[in-house]
């Protein structure tokens, strides 16, 4: 059961959004092609595609 719930886990990328000095997560497409979401306090989008020299980093930092 335990393993269940760990696969159906949504992946996320988590963002210390400069504009409003918050942070918020933005969440994987379901084409599994990039993370879109928005900043939790002025809803400016933010999208970032995944690529095939991607990066294991899981927090990042938008301007």
Same mark, same amino acid.
């Given at each position: 059961?335990?393993?269940?719930?760990?696969?159906?886990?949504? +992946?996320? @990328?988590?963002?210390?959004?400069?504009?409003? &000095?918050?942070? /918020?997560?933005?969440?994987?497409?379901?084409? %599994?092609?990039?993370?879109?979401?928005?900043?939790? +306090?002025? @809803?400016?989008?933010?999208?970032?595609?995944? &690529?095939?020299? /991607?990066?294991?980093?899981?927090?990042?930092? %938008?301007?």
């Amino acid at each position: 059961m335990a393993e269940e719930t760990n696969n159906n886990k949504r +992946k996320f @990328l988590g963002i210390w959004f400069d504009c409003c &000095g918050t942070y /918020g997560r933005i969440y994987k497409t379901k084409d %599994g092609t990039m993370y879109r979401g928005r900043c939790p +306090k002025c @809803l400016r989008p933010v999208m970032v595609r995944i &690529g095939g020299e /991607g990066t294991n980093m899981r927090f990042f930092r %938008g301007s």
